[in-house]
């Protein structure tokens, strides 16, 4: 007895050993982390190739290299690794080689990094590679000027503004800004690189158009057919860029003429952003994602179908009450598969061509990158929690077995002690139910009260996941021993369009009463939160809430302004995508003065109480910088507690290592000021 006794405390003390071993996140942790980028599957199937970045938090800055492994997970290697960055890797239809991007141009090596050879020598550079199935085409972007013919013509302009002596900028239309970069004189467009002459075109040549679109567009906005006779691809072609959304879909003959002015058939009709145009491997239709209404950015995507003999079009997720992204067609073109923001998750879909019937094939993961192999088997994508970076996994779709194949965190997570997500419904306004992400701080005990940061998500058509954020992550917030409360009120995605919708012109209502709902929900509920150490924050649309929480409650200790909202009007007249005010505020100012003003944080300033940190980047161009001053302005004028931090070259977030060790440090540093 006293034996098993003796083994049984020298059992529990090695336990208690090997958890102190581990420690809760740190900031270092999550910049010591490799972050999985994009990723291409061989045509055969055996093996992926994906980009990694690694960052140096000393040197304050990232590096990109290109890796290699087998589709069981055996053979990893690393295909690239110089000191300049290389990225978008992309096996070539043969198998036997990879492209990828590196110092604004196309190259393509062996599997094993040899043979390394330039395949774009542009002026102007090269990205954004895609083959056809026979790998003697391939279409490719590059940012020109409009008007120019040749290389010569783009090299000689850029001369001419970097000799003229005159430092000024000349407008004459919106949208001369977009995120964080000024958008200049150039446009992107979309090439043909034919391989067998080793010639290039400019495919929408003259156009004063971009491809893909400045806005609402991706690296999936154009394909090549399978035999290498069409593309396809997106882009605005409104006279008021600034307020329109309308990306529509276009298709070009390869066959004409190229080398000069070109003609394109549009074949989406909606009103609203059409994107993501892909061909079925057999030719026959090309599939695309569609929102119905105009000027909505975070309207609904449905999944259509275009045929392209009857050139009939068909939408395919018209019942699904979802948004769809990411499409990728079965090898057979029946099927496609796509995924969808559902409640907490980003499920994978899929849809039957023949008789439109969706179904769930994944529905408990954060998924990104969808790829399936030739045999359609099985399905390749990204999946993350937030106690697990971006990994790439693999899905039977017959035995329905999910595998992990890459860990190249493996040792990083090894030593870290964290709590996974939990989630509770509480009843918002009108009695809707919203659903809420809880995560308790390492080394949680029943009996103790713990302090509560409640974190409000951007968007505002956004939604809290269970993913591994590198800016908001649940995990850091928890670790310092918050408990942490993530809310998806009015507005959210992954909870039906209705529930998106509901947010529109009513920025401080519903989503208010569902937000102080779940708060208060939670301090009554879970026994283990301190109601007298809460505090909020939020970046962007949450931002702006904490603005509106400042003017409207005294619920909280002290509050985080990141990158927020202050003022409605004077955020109308200096952002970049104005249709995303218009919407929100039911037109412009002036057209609308009476809701911008009532939802507008400014108009309460009189009621500023709460301490408040006000962060902001100088180059944000999405929420200017002036929200920022505005705030800060009044809350000291006022007298209210509070603290302005400036980042004058970081944008709408902070992605330098030393900059995001210093908002950590001092988002915690705040907390703990107000901590009673």
């Not at 276009?250 to 004409?256: A, C, M, S, V």
Request: a negative charge; proline letters at 4%; one cysteine or more.
């Amino acid at each position: 007895m006293k034996r098993n006794i003796l083994l049984l405390v020298v059992l529990l003390s090695s336990s208690l050993i090997f958890s102190q071993a581990k420690h809760p996140v740190t900031v270092e942790d999550l910049w010591s982390m490799n972050r999985i980028g994009s990723f291409d599957l061989s045509p055969d199937g055996s093996k992926l190739t994906f980009s990694v970045t690694n960052y140096d938090m000393e040197k304050n800055s990232g590096d990109t290299d290109i890796w290699l492994i087998n589709k069981d997970g055996s053979g990893l290697t690393v295909v690239k690794n110089s000191d300049k960055n290389e990225s978008s890797p992309n096996f070539t239809p043969d198998g036997k080689h990879i492209t990828f991007s590196r110092g604004g141009q196309i190259w393509q090596c062996d599997l094993d990094g040899s043979n390394e050879v330039q395949i774009t020598n542009l002026y102007t550079g090269a990205g954004g590679i895609k083959w056809n199935k026979n790998g003697n085409k391939f279409l490719f972007t590059s940012n020109v000027y409009a008007e120019c013919e040749n290389q010569e013509c783009n090299e000689l302009k850029d001369k001419e503004i970097e000799e003229n002596p005159v430092e000024a900028e000349v407008f004459t239309e919106l949208m001369y800004r977009h995120w964080n970069d000024w958008r200049g004189p150039k446009r992107s467009h979309l090439f043909l690189m034919n391989e067998q002459n080793d010639k290039y075109f400019d495919l929408v040549m003259g156009s004063p158009y971009d491809v893909p679109p400045i806005a609402l567009g991706s690296s999936h906005d154009y394909d090549i057919s399978p035999d290498g006779n069409e593309a396809a691809f997106t882009m605005n072609r409104s006279d008021f860029l600034a307020a329109s959304t309308n990306n529509d879909i276009f298709i070009i003959d390869l066959n004409q003429k190229l080398g000069g002015e070109t003609v394109a058939e549009k074949i989406s009709v909606s009103d609203g952003n059409d994107n993501h145009p892909i061909y079925s491997p057999d030719g026959k239709y090309i599939a695309f994602c569609s929102m119905a209404r105009a000027g909505f950015e975070a309207d609904k995507k449905s999944v259509m179908l275009y045929n392209r003999e009857s050139k009939s079009i068909t939408n395919l997720t018209e019942t699904l009450d979802r948004s769809a992204n990411e499409l990728v067609w079965s090898p057979d073109s029946k099927t496609i598969y796509f995924n969808a923001p559902n409640e907490i998750y980003n499920s994978i879909y899929s849809v039957d061509i023949s008789n439109a019937e969706v179904k769930v094939i994944l529905e408990d993961v954060v998924s990104s990158g969808l790829a399936i192999c030739n045999d359609g088997k099985f399905l390749y994508f990204k999946k993350q929690e937030s106690t697990l970076p971006y990994e790439i996994f693999s899905f039977d779709l017959e035995t329905k077995e999910l595998n992990q194949i890459t860990y190249i965190n493996k040792d990083i997570l090894s030593k870290i002690e964290w709590n996974t997500v939990e989630t509770f419904w509480s009843e918002g306004a009108e009695g809707a139910k919203v659903q809420s992400i809880l995560v308790k701080p390492p080394y949680f005990e029943e009996g103790k009260k713990y302090p509560l940061i409640f974190l409000i998500h951007g968007g505002p058509q956004g939604h809290w996941t269970d993913d591994f954020h590198y800016r908001w992550n649940l995990q850091m917030f928890a670790s310092r021993g918050y408990i942490v409360v993530a809310p998806n009120p009015r507005g959210s995605v992954g909870y039906g369009q209705q529930f998106t919708d509901e947010i529109s012109q009513d920025w401080g209502g519903r989503v208010y009463t569902d937000l102080m709902n779940v708060y208060d929900y939670a301090l009554d509920e879970y026994n283990y939160i301190d109601g007298n150490n809460t505090f909020a924050a939020g970046a962007s649309y949450g931002g702006y809430m904490i603005a509106w929480i400042e003017g409207h409650t005294d619920r909280f200790n002290a509050l985080v302004n990141h990158d927020g909202v202050f003022n409605t009007e004077s955020m109308w007249g200096s952002t970049e995508e104005l249709w995303f005010p218009e919407w929100e505020f039911g037109g412009t100012p002036w057209e609308s003065r009476d809701i911008y003003q009532k939802w507008s944080p400014h108009m309460y300033v009189q009621n500023f109480k709460t301490p408040m940190l006000v962060i902001h980047g100088g180059k944000d161009f999405r929420v200017p910088e002036s929200q920022a001053f505005e705030l800060f302005s009044s809350l000291q004028r006022i007298g209210v507690e509070s603290k302005f931090i400036y980042f004058p070259y970081e944008t709408h977030f902070v992605l330098k290592p030393q900059n995001a060790k210093f908002w950590w440090n001092s988002i915690f540093d705040w907390f703990m000021k107000y901590k009673k």
